[in-house]
């Protein structure tokens, strides 16, 4: 992500200028309603477009911030800067409360519980007598700082995109940061993310605040602005409208979010005067064209309008990063020598009436490589899912380093010191590699999201991106951290994973095909890696059909045949079994 104070400056700086200039009070309004708009719209490129998460609901949302200080000026006196304080804190209540309940939802179950919550509050809205049921409140007090009215005309202006803007920087800056790397792996690489140590319901839950929080601010500037406020504003259609104008902008795009808001008011004006003239008849016509129009976006410009800039005029990527001076990250003691860091005993796995893995048993000493082989089918890559938490054991036990942690998530089995790779490559396509590679320390940070957003991360960030960059040099890659990883060759991708493991400064490792891919000069290397790594005290587990690779790095290794341990030896003895050559060739001669 880029980090250019200078253009941020200007845009602030070109705020009041604006203001300045003789615009018609027609157009201040169209940019105050544009506003009001990006601040909703904001949030749900957060959410929807970088997160993954579908929601139909954040007008509702506006509806909470607009109804709490409208019956609280009417009904207490309550300053409205202090409305403000109790609507974010009702907004982000209710937040927590559906968000804990729906975003453990996937498929199509979570837009239509969003509708659902949407439409449930729209109408407790519109029926309740204290809220003014369908006419809604009327006579809501202006926006003061003094004597001076901010919720008029030009100073409402410059207010309102003055909060635009920063908004906007802080999910910039919240992007490009450890909880921002993790925020970006919910869409594509949820359960990597996991892997690494992420709580990715905790960061769903946290987008899903974020961009509620966003919608109540609009809500509470929406009143004031309108001096009244009723149920209409706040119902499914603008739940839908919104989501529509972070599509129409680009979804995956800060700035794409005040592109399709400015685009949608604009357009939508524009069509309920021409339309009627050109149709000879008045009507909500421009709902149709909205409708053809997000048809052909979809089609057309799956990405949004916002891509078309970011493809001619690309952003550019950080190379300039000082990473020298950062001090490095603390380790975790390594095991003694010998020490038996991983004992698999009698693991079986079932998927229905198909055993998968059949009562397989090894063990693993500190500064160890072991090699896990078999045919294709052996169910060498089921038994690391078993060890890494991804899936549950039907019966036996994993312990690692003398504690129990079958049963735990592949999240806390991270904690405890065991990083993987994956038989095939998961990783961030529009994340650079160094951003990939950072993903793996993120248990070894613990800055959070607001302070990521008020950019107090800087210091914590260097030490992650300096680790990053160790690990990228230690596999060779060096030269290659601030490319972007989904223009990576398979090769480099499967270094890539390596170096995201390393980053989590385990104990043991996990290697799932790690030279697939690789040309002979890359798997020379990858030895080479792996050698140093088991001399620095490294247990390393690797399951590899390349077997010359194997017979050069592994001390001891396991073979299995249909789910079931076949052998277990060095690797002299495992080439000279009869057994071993049966199941690979067919025949013991």
């Not at 209710?94 to 939802?105: E, H, K």
């Not at 004992?343 to 063990?363: H, T």
């Not at 030269?479 to 995201?500: F, K, S, T, V």
């Not at 000069?521 to 005290?537: D, F, I, N, P, S």
Request: glycine share 10%; net charge positive; aromatic share 8%.
């Amino acid at each position: 992500m880029r980090s250019n104070v200078l253009p941020r400056l200007i845009l602030l700086a070109l705020v009041p200028l604006v203001a300045l200039l003789p615009l018609p009070p027609f157009w201040v309004s169209q940019l105050n309603y544009i506003g009001l708009y990006s601040l909703v719209t904001l949030g749900l490129v957060l959410l929807t477009g970088i997160g993954g998460l579908t929601s139909f609901g954040q007008a509702a949302f506006v509806g909470i911030g607009a109804y709490t200080t409208a019956w609280l000026t009417l009904n207490t006196g309550l300053s409205p800067w202090l409305t403000l304080w109790v609507g974010l804190a009702i907004t982000g209540a209710s937040a927590l409360v559906l968000g804990w309940i729906t975003l453990r939802m996937s498929g199509h179950y979570l837009p239509l519980a969003t509708i659902a919550w949407g439409l449930a509050l729209y109408y407790l809205m519109g029926n309740m007598d204290a809220l003014g049921r369908y006419d809604g409140l009327l006579g809501i007090q202006p926006l003061m700082l003094g004597e001076w009215d901010v919720s008029r005309g030009k100073p409402f202006f410059v207010f309102l995109w003055l909060l635009v803007f920063l908004f906007a920087f802080a999910l910039l800056n919240l992007l490009d940061s450890r909880p921002g790397r993790a925020i970006r792996a919910l869409r594509t690489g949820s359960g990597m993310a996991e892997s690494m140590g992420v709580n990715t319901l905790r960061y769903k839950i946290g987008i899903f605040l974020i961009a509620a929080l966003f919608a109540c601010v609009s809500g509470w500037l929406f009143a004031h602005f309108q001096r009244t406020v009723n149920p209409s504003p706040f119902g499914l259609k603008w739940g839908i409208e919104y989501l529509f104008m972070a599509v129409l902008g680009g979804a995956g795009y800060i700035w794409g979010a005040i592109t399709g808001a400015a685009l949608t008011k604009l357009m939508e004006d524009q069509l309920q005067v021409l339309l009627p003239r050109l149709i000879g008849t008045s009507g909500s016509f421009e709902i149709i064209v909205f409708g053809i129009l997000l048809v052909l976006v979809l089609k057309y410009l799956p990405d949004g309008l916002w891509s078309l800039v970011d493809r001619y005029w690309p952003r550019a990527r950080r190379t300039d990063l000082d990473l020298q001076g950062a001090s490095g990250l603390a380790h975790r003691p390594r095991p003694a020598d010998s020490e038996v860091v991983l004992q698999v005993e009698a693991v079986r796995k079932q998927f229905g009436g198909l055993v998968a893995v059949n009562d397989v048993s090894f063990e693993m000493r500190a500064g160890q490589i072991m090699g896990l082989i078999g045919p294709n089918g052996a169910g060498k890559s089921t038994t690391f899912n078993l060890i890494t938490g991804v899936l549950s054991l039907t019966s036996g036990r994993v312990q690692y380093r003398g504690e129990t942690i079958s049963g735990l998530s592949s999240r806390e089995i991270a904690k405890r010191g065991i990083s993987r790779s994956f038989q095939h490559v998961k990783m961030i396509p529009d994340m650079t590699v160094l951003e990939n590679v950072a993903l793996g320390a993120h248990l070894r940070g613990h800055r959070g999201a607001l302070s990521a957003m008020l950019r107090l991360d800087r210091a914590e960030e260097q030490r992650l991106l300096r680790e990053a960059a160790q690990q990228l040099r230690r596999v060779g890659m060096g030269d290659r951290m601030h490319e972007l990883a989904g223009n990576l060759a398979m090769g480099p991708q499967r270094l890539l994973e390596i170096a995201r493991a390393l980053c989590g400064d385990p104990a043991l490792l996990l290697l799932d095909e790690p030279a697939a891919g690789l040309r002979y000069k890359e798997k020379q290397a990858l030895a080479t890696v792996l050698r140093q790594l088991r001399e620095e005290g490294l247990s390393i587990l690797l399951v590899e059909h390349d077997m010359d690779l194997v017979m050069q790095v592994c001390d001891r290794m396991v073979v299995m045949e249909f789910g079931t341990r076949l052998m277990e030896g060095t690797p002299p003895e495992v080439q000279q079994s009869p057994a071993v050559r049966a199941a690979y060739l067919g025949t013991e001669h």
